[in-house]
């Protein structure tokens, strides 16, 4: 195979490559944004999820205060009641359940203030969550004018080495393009590989000499082991 061939197939090779590395940079570009969306998604629901539980924390707050102003103004009735009682057993009576509600009210604002304290914290988690949200927001928008801006290069690179490849395949000699075109349908970049000291540099196995003597006289030789077509790097 002479050094012109050589230089063809290795051309070839390098453009085959570069367009599947261009192809599989435009395909994670979505998939960057994807993950994006992803963590946006994720930060949104711990946001809502913190939200609610600081609304439910503010309610039981509200319904344990109006439970201790109602609880407060039947003491101040029971209290009232002491001046109006006929007997002693009575007046005893109000006495222990003034105690009693008192003591309930004095639970009840512990609770409340425990309660006030869980408020306080759920507030500091809406506020990191909607940050998180928002950051996770500026990083999706700011890799999406990324991934646009990569996508636009990327393109126009791809119709470039799509015209090189078209001319390279024009220059390659005529008993080797059955074997190049029909391999270069189904493994692209893959489809062909270098020799270098007897070994083919696309699965490393050592072909024969009469490959190796194939090659010397410009035919097509095919790998037995990958099934790559073999182009020579150095003198055979």
């Not at 078209?166 to 020799?195: F, G, H, M």
Request: glycine share 2%; aromatic share 2%.
């Amino acid at each position: 195979m002479s050094i012109a061939t050589t230089d063809i197939m290795e051309s070839l090779h390098q453009i085959l490559k570069s367009m599947t590395e261009h192809r599989d940079k435009l395909e994670r570009g979505p998939i960057r944004i994807a993950a994006h969306q992803a963590r946006v998604t994720e930060a949104t629901s711990q946001l809502e999820a913190a939200r609610e539980k600081l609304q439910s924390a503010r309610m039981t707050v509200d319904g344990k205060q109006l439970q201790l102003k109602t609880s407060e103004a039947k003491n101040l009735e029971l209290q009232t009641k002491l001046n109006t009682c006929n007997s002693n057993r009575e007046y005893q009576a109000l006495l222990e359940q003034i105690a009693a509600d008192q003591m309930s009210g004095s639970v009840l604002e512990d609770e409340i203030l425990e309660w006030m304290e869980t408020v306080d914290k759920l507030i500091g988690l809406v506020t990191d969550a909607t940050a998180v949200v928002e950051n996770t927001k500026r990083q999706m928008q700011e890799d999406s004018l990324r991934v646009k801006e990569e996508s636009r290069i990327l393109h126009s690179d791809i119709i470039q080495l799509e015209k090189e490849l078209t001319d390279t395949e024009k220059r390659l000699p005529e008993e080797i393009k059955p074997d190049y075109q029909r391999i270069v349908k189904t493994r692209k970049e893959d489809s062909l590989a270098s020799v270098r000291d007897g070994i083919c540099e696309g699965c490393f196995q050592q072909i024969t000499p009469n490959m190796i003597a194939q090659l010397a006289l410009k035919e097509s030789v095919i790998c037995t082991s990958c099934g790559r077509l073999l182009y020579p790097m150095d003198s055979q």
